[in-house]
Structure formats: structure tokens, C-alpha cells
């Protein structure tokens, strides 16, 4: 079912388009009717807070994410225009291809090969090595805006010569060229993300921010071909020499329990009690509401559109950005429908027990869309327990 495509279904219930069809935060862009935001989440601002997320493959983690980033964005933007600062200087580990580059190189320095990658990571690779990979970003970046000529900021920023000074006042008299070949700014990851910490404040940053997701994604890290590199990668991130620094927001592919770090040892050196810690699961109501948002904002975009009419491009832009939840009942004074009006028609007798089986929103979503195309192939009502069982299989099965 193609978004934007009228089908009747759509049509009855004043849907401007499926509301279930996105499978990946990245290439979705949700308006704030459709997200659904975890109690504990609710009006979150750039703080020196360390948030740490666990969860499965769907589970929602980019979606958070983004919605920090997008926090950090506004507060960065703000600061700057009203020239306090800078604002916070955010390391994305996330970007694609960073990570892999790192470990890449790392793989090299220690000599060991992809058959031996497991064992010879587990050996080598210290909480210190995932600061570096930070330091690398963040020195990439900077280098790339001071000889950017046509950036203002290049203009305003500091000279180069100035800034080589400072990157070469990161590493201490006695470090060898060896070390500082070796990229060894400062010993402990704390110390090292200390002195990149000061060299921003330097530069007119307030200070430091990093974000972690899509490790699984990480040539390097794959949990199929690696079983055991994403649980020392976790581990070692999962420090509170590097937590306790603030400011770092982590999301791992899977449970604490999977990722190996509920072990007695691993508590001790994390301090998880001193961080803001959860692991993303779902229940059936929470996940209910999140339908019932996307199921909503739909009926709202297409009520703007109408009354938009000509201007129908303009609402459109929109895309319900505005729009606080207190409006939602007011919009255009149109009829909208619950979600519960969707399962009168559906008339299966249990559509809670359904539900009950999934525990992504990325599950949802499959077996949201594979209902509602059922239903458009049975015009003439009603869908059939077996139905719903198909499309929780197929939500079970496509969602990993
Ligand atoms: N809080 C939410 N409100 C509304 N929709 C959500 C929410 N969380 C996730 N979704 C939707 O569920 C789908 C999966 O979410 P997301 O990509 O964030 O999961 P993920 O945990 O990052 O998955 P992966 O492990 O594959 O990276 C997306 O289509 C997203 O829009
Ligand atoms: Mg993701």
C-alpha cells in the first residue's frame, strides 16, 4: 500500500495515508501526534545526564536518539544566535563508516586478522580505544572547519596555526612520537576526554556531547559474524570512568542480559545506578498508544489538508510540526476516529491477545500494514482469526 495512495479504507476512516508503512527512524520523519514519547522522556533537554539504552531491533532506539540530537540541535542553535556560545560540540559515532574506519585501524595497529578478530578484540581493546575513536571525530571535524575557507567559522574560529598548537598542547611533553603516532592523547579515557573537552571549551564550545547507535551496523561489531566483539565493545563502553564523564548517550542492539553485562563485575565498573539506564521493551498498551498516535495524526493530516484546499502543499510542509497536543482534539473541528473504531470494523474477537504477541514498534508497524491491506482485500468486512495470525507471523519474522 503506497503512502498517499487512497485506497477506501483509507478513505472511511479519513486517513491522508497509511500510518503504519516506515520500518527505520532514519528514513522517518514523525510529527508530534505520531510519536510516542516514554514517560521518563517526557520534555527532554540537553543535560550533563549519561543515558544508556538497551534493545532489540526495532525497539525504537534511533527514534530516541534523533529526538535528543534534534534537542541538542535547538539548543545549539539558540546559544549561537544569541552568541553565548557555541554550544555543545556533538561526536556522532553513528555516522556511517566512522566506526568501521576505527576499528579498521585498530585491527591493523594490533596486527591480528578477521579470523582472529574476536579473540585478538577481547585481548586489545580498552574503554581508552573508544575514546580515541571520539578524539578522531572530533579532530576530523575541527580540521575540517578551520581550513574550510568559505565557513564563517573558519573565520571566527582560530587560526590554524593556533589551532595545531592546541592539538599538539593535547599531548603531554614526555609522549614519544610513538605514542603520538599512536593517536594517545592522555592515558585513561577519562583523562582523555578531559583534555578534548578542554580544547573545545578553548574553541568556544561548551563542551562535549557524544551519541553512540547502529553498532550492529559496524562491519566489525556484526553480532553474526563477531558474536563476541559487540559484547566487549558494550562492556567496554560501559565504564563509569567513560559514563561518568556525562553528556553520552548510548544505544545497544540488545539486552543487558544478551550483551553479557548483568554479570557482577561488569555493575561494579559501570555504576549503572548512577546513570540513566533502561532497557527498551514494550507492553501491549504502550504499544496500542503508539498506534493509536500514528492512527490519529493521519486523520489530522488529512483534515489539514482539507481545509487547506488549494494550499494543500503548504499544510503539507507542516506536517503537524506545530502542533502542541492540546490541539489535537480541535483541529479543524472534524470527526476523528479511535482507534478502537479500526477493530469494530476488523471484528476479531481479541485484538488485544494479537497485540499482546509483539514487542517492537517495529513489529507493529509490519503487522499494522499487513492487517490493513487484509482488510482492503475484504471490502465486505470482517477479518479472520487467521488473518490475524498471519500478520503477526509476518511482523514477527520481518521485523529482525
Ligand atoms: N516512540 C515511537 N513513536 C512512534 N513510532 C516509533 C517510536 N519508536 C519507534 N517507532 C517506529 O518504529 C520503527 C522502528 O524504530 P527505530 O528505527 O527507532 O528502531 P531501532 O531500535 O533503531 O531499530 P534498529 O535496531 O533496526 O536500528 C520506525 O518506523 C519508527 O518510526
Ligand atoms: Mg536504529
Not at 550483551?259 to 533502561?278: G, I, M, P, S
Not at 502542541?324 to 472534524?334: E, F, M, P, T
Request: with cysteine.
Amino acid at each position: 500500500m503506497a503512502q498517499g495512495n487512497h485506497t477506501d479504507l483509507l478513505r472511511q476512516f479519513g486517513l491522508a495515508r497509511n500510518p503504519f508503512v516506515d520500518r527505520t527512524a532514519e528514513k522517518t520523519s514523525l510529527d508530534p501526534v505520531s510519536l510516542y514519547v516514554h514517560s521518563d522522556l517526557h520534555g527532554f533537554t540537553p543535560s550533563e545526564t549519561t543515558y544508556i539504552f538497551f534493545g532489540r531491533r526495532g525497539s525504537g532506539k534511533t527514534t530516541i536518539r534523533l529526538s535528543m540530537q534534534k534537542a541538542y540541535a535547538q539548543h545549539n542553535e539558540s546559544v549561537r544566535a544569541s552568541g553565548v556560545s557555541r554550544g555543545h560540540f556533538i561526536v556522532d559515532l553513528s555516522r556511517p563508516g566512522h566506526l568501521t574506519a576505527c576499528l579498521r585501524t585498530f585491527q591493523e595497529s594490533t596486527g591480528c586478522t578477521d579470523d582472529n578478530w574476536d579473540a585478538s578484540f577481547a585481548d586489545n581493546w580498552t574503554s581508552a580505544d573508544m575514546v580515541d575513536c571520539m578524539m578522531s571525530y572530533a579532530m576530523t571535524q575541527l580540521v575540517a572547519k578551520v581550513t574550510d575557507s568559505k565557513s564563517a567559522t573558519a573565520q571566527d574560529m582560530l587560526p590554524a596555526p593556533v589551532l595545531a598548537s592546541l592539538l599538539s598542547s593535547l599531548y603531554s611533553a614526555p609522549d614519544s612520537a610513538e605514542t603520538v603516532r599512536g593517536l594517545t592523547v592522555g592515558v585513561s579515557a577519562h583523562q582523555k576526554l578531559e583534555r578534548l573537552s578542554a580544547l573545545l571549551r578553548t574553541l568556544g564550545y561548551e563542551g562535549l556531547a557524544v551519541f553512540g547507535d547502529c553498532f550492529d551496523e559496524v562491519v566489525l561489531l556484526d553480532p553474526v559474524q563477531y558474536p563476541g566483539a559487540i559484547k566487549v565493545f558494550a562492556r567496554e563502553v560501559c565504564r563509569n570512568d567513560l559514563l561518568n564523564f556525562g553528556r553520552m548517550h548510548f544505544f545497544f542492539p540488545d539486552s543487558r542480559l544478551a550483551l553479557d553485562l548483568n554479570t557482577d563485575k561488569t555493575l561494579k565498573e559501570a555504576r549503572f545506578d548512577r546513570h540513566f539506564v533502561r532497557d527498551l521493551t514494550w507492553s501491549r498498551h504502550q504499544l496500542e498508544e503508539l498506534a493509536e498516535r500514528r492512527f490519529l495524526a493521519a486523520q489530522l493530516e488529512a483534515q489539514r489538508r482539507a481545509a487547506a484546499g488549494a494550499g494543500h502543499a503548504e499544510a503539507r510542509k507542516d506536517g503537524g510540526a506545530g502542533l502542541a497536543n492540546a490541539d489535537v482534539s480541535s483541529v479543524a473541528g472534524g470527526k476523528t476516529y479511535t482507534f478502537a473504531d479500526l477493530f469494530q470494523a476488523v471484528r476479531v474477537e481479541d485484538f488485544s491477545s494479537y497485540l499482546s504477541k509483539l514487542s517492537t514498534p517495529r513489529e507493529l508497524m509490519i503487522m499494522m500494514t499487513e492487517m490493513m491491506g487484509r482488510m482492503e482485500a475484504h471490502p465486505e468486512g470482517g477479518l479472520t482469526a487467521q488473518d490475524m495470525e498471519i500478520s503477526v507471523t509476518k511482523a514477527l519474522e520481518q521485523a529482525v
